[in-house]
């Protein structure tokens, strides 16, 4: 076939062992090449006797496929005068992507790319290959002692009938059986005396924070937030245009005289108390007080971020400011990806009775109720005793953990790093010779696959001396001197540590 | 125990076959009820002999319980003078719920509040009981006939093994095998040629709309929108901040020459070419190439909602805008939600080359991938050819529903109902008598446990006849009469219907 079209319909390649017909595969194909261009309007096709023999279909399934071209617009027939590409196919001009203008975003979005930290840039945890198992990210939890075969037992138990209370649109604030067993839990774990009716389960902490943002700040709005703190949640804030206003943090918690003396009428504060957000810090029984008195004096709102609190290893856990707080100040937000697993992508929010109806209203704008299936299955996990169960082995494992990469860290490397051991969480704070760059030995030894945290990265107005996060959850004991030593190699061989 | 504190105190309740310690629940009472200002700051409590007595508890337990309330604050020791309630924990004047203000809100989430439809307030699709089977919901699928048993034993499969790939955050833009299998099967359906690449996982279709309007709108832009249209998918772009500029349906789809006479420059369209929601109208050839060609001229954006067209009975399949257009103006959403199930909370993007990274940053700020596990799942059905072949038998199910219900209305209702059959969708649009306000007969069904939608909640600015659009997907046929016979009842009851 030797017309610009014969060229190109002879090129056409089919797959007679598919389970697709052969006329429909033709139908596609020529559909392609004119969407594409290669094929322009106007253009005759060879016959239909022809193309039967140059791609050895029958005449049937030639027509088969030119009927239905024919009746979408892409082909049109002339009588005596055989098949053509329909007119309108002209060309229009292909442009070439380097040739389209970038396209005109949103000023959110614009503001969004430029506020994007090392977090979604540069190293990132998804870049992370399971392959490679020297790892300190603070987040990586360990997976291979989650109980998955109790887990399973119990998400079948819901895969069984398929019953529109399984299958068809959720409850808007979330299964009232998870709802019931977050209330007991936090109870019985913090203090948190709540209805069920007060707690809204979400797909993580952070939809929360940004739903959260969302309904309670209006652009330019000041908000305190920890410095250093959490990132993904500041982000999430100034995406709705609030001001950030940095608080340092002293060994009580974070600064509220400074947050007096530079925007007393701040309209919200974003906290972590259990244990700061990265230092580790817990909150102190007055500072908890004092910011209480603070919200409730302002009408301000408090946001606590209380993603781990089960995983404390020594000394004591504070009431929830939720709990200490009697004007209903406080908003407080927990989520299952540290205790059960990230990819769960289940959290929950306790409002204050008056926020309930707005935060839903909202939310059913943005998103509806997680799937129905997971939240069955983490209520039954709740109520059975397995999670509570699981948090005492997770504590017991990631104490041990953090106390063999404590030993290692120390033996191979304390004259470089200085590191004190942590009452919770899953990551140590090892300070660096004060004149290094984190920054910059955390990139370097990523290049070297061993992938840690600056803590200047979390760092917006104050200053702190150099750190890397080393988290410790993810490092199972016997693994703690090869990976220590893979570290200790990394540093030498980049020219940190001095010849002993 | 005849003290203030002793009566609360002596109306604590132990439950002793409980796993949870003596001495702590006693704490946890105890600390209740300080929180909750039952009892005084400065309060003596009754002596631990006492207490011990009365609450049937040896020594050792109270003295637990009141060590850990006096480390924590809860209570102090004097010695030789007992133990009181600490004196921080004087009265802070308790408001009433009535008497505080209330809570100051966003300037998006008060209007948020306003712009709510009957969709959200009202006759609530969650309102309704699954015991109660009269419902003709447009949304409301059949569920019964899903295959779970394949279902989960895919499911069942990927919780095997506790890894990281499974366990873990996953992949930003979503699990890879899922968005090949799905870039696979919209080229085959739709004739979207496109790579895994430009496909993002999404929780549904409404978090698709959020995060595109936040992609694309500065507050006061444009959007043309279909009029009736779709009602979630308004709100949501409203909310940033979005003009609407309703355009009217006539027999071709959305009316383009109206757009280029009051608003030629809007930033985007919002539609839904396959079957135009609610009117069930298929955007014609010429007038897709139209909205194309204007978006092309304009750089304005076209965001496809293509919810269902995998549920057509009749008439032919155009391709996508999509497939239609070379300038890379179009993005197409699809989900999951009506073709499998709600509660899956799965759907796609297809974005331009020029807006993947963009939409991914935005939407890594604003929440992370869906469960693993689901997109694992899903991806699995659709590679093994269970997902055409749920299609099919769904796509001859609802055609055998919609014509039993149709044969039904006809019948027992032609006097007073106007239908026609429609091509592709879920719902049929039954026309009233001209004088009738639909909203209000859906309200009364509402009250008769029927529920259907009124066609005015639809409509912004365009007023049409009045209908209610009646779902068929939700009736077996076997019941198509039972159903039909409990509508006359009710119409009769209300007055509706001529006695003939």
Redesign the interface.
Known sequence: MKSPAGLLLSAIELDRAS??PLYRQLY?QI??QI???KMQGGVRLPSTRTLSKELALSRITILNAFDQLI???FLASRTGAGTYVGD?WES?G??D?EQ??????????QS??SL?SSH?RGVS??DWD?ATPTSFLP???T????P?AV??RL??RH??????????????QGLQALRTAIAEYV??AR?I?CSAEQVVIV??A??AF?LLG?????PQDSVWMEDPGHI?AR??LQ??GAQVVPLRIDEQGIDIQQGLAECPDARLVFTTPSRQHPLGVTMS?ARR?ALIDWA?QY?SWIIEDDCDSELRYSG?L??ALY??D???RVIYVGTFSKVL?????LGYVIL????IE?FC??R?????S?????QATTADFMRE?HFLGHIRRMRALYQARQQALLEQLQQQLGGFFNITPVEAGMHLIAWLPPTLDDDVIARELARHNIHTYALSDYCLEHVLPPALLIGFAGTPEGQAQERVEALARALSKMGYLQAT
Do not use: C
Not at 364 to 368: G, I
Not at 370 to 374: A, D, G, H, V, Y
């Open positions: 389970s697709i596609l559909r392609k969407l594409g261009g009746a979408e617009g309108e229009r292909i442009a992507e389209r203008q970038p396209p005109r975003l949103s000023d959110l979005s969004m790319l994007r979604f945890y998804t399971p987040s990586h939890s997976y291979d002692t989650f998955l887990w399973r998400m079948n895969l069984l009938k398929p019953t529109k209370a399984m299958l068809g649109y959720g409850e808007l109870f019985d203090g005396d797909s993580g952070q939809q940004n969302m309904l309670l700040l209006n993904a982000i999430a995406a709705q029984y007080q409730a009408q004591r504070l009431p709990a200490m009697r004007m209903a697993f990230p990819s769960l992508r204050p009775q008056a926020l707005p209203t909202l059913a704008v943005m998103d509806r997680p799937p129905t299936l997971l005793g």
